[in-house]
C-alpha cells in the first residue's frame, strides 16, 4: 500500500503561482511514476504532469507546459507542482497519483494505482 497525502492549493488571481506538495509514504517503489491530475467541474479528470521516480524524466501536459514544473524530492518522498502563470481555466481539483508499474509514463488515469485526497485550485480573473 502507498499513502499520498496533498498540500498546498487554494485561492489566487490570475498570473500568480501556487506549490502542492504529495507526500507519498508505505511502500514505495523505485521506478514508480507520480503524476499530477486535474477535474474542473463537469469535466473529466485530465493529466497534468508526471515524473519517473528513479530516472528523474518529466512529461508535462501541452496545457501547462512552460507554466507549471513537476520536480521530487527523494529524501523527502515528495513530489511537488510548481504552477505559475496561472489562468483562470487552470481552477480545477488537483490529485496526485503513482502508478506502481509502469512501462512508460502514461497520461490515464486508469492506470494509476493510488491517488492523494484531492486539493482545490481556484484562480481568479
Known amino acids: 500500500q502507498v499513502q499520498l497525502v496533498q498540500s498546498g492549493g487554494g485561492l489566487v488571481q490570475a498570473g500568480g503561482s501556487l506549490r502542492l506538495s504529495c507526500a507519498a509514504s508505505g511502500r514505495t517503489f523505485s521506478n514508480y511514476v507520480m503524476a499530477w491530475f486535474r477535474q474542473a467541474p463537469g469535466k473529466e479528470r485530465e493529466f497534468v504532469a508526471a515524473?519517473?521516480?528513479?530516472?528523474?524524466?518529466?512529461y508535462h501536459a501541452d496545457s501547462v507546459k512552460g507554466r507549471f514544473t513537476i520536480s521530487r524530492d527523494n529524501a523527502k518522498n515528495t513530489v511537488y507542482l510548481q504552477m505559475n502563470s496561472l489562468k483562470p481555466e487552470d481552477t480545477a481539483v488537483y490529485s496526485c497519483?503513482?502508478?506502481?508499474?509502469?512501462?512508460?509514463?502514461?497520461?490515464?488515469?486508469?492506470?494509476?494505482?493510488?491517488w492523494g485526497q484531492g486539493t482545490q485550485v481556484t484562480v481568479s480573473s
Open positions: 515524473i519517473n521516480w528513479g530516472r528523474g524524466n518529466t
Open positions: 497519483a503513482v502508478d506502481r508499474t509502469p512501462v512508460v509514463i502514461r497520461t490515464d488515469p486508469g492506470h494509476y494505482d493510488y
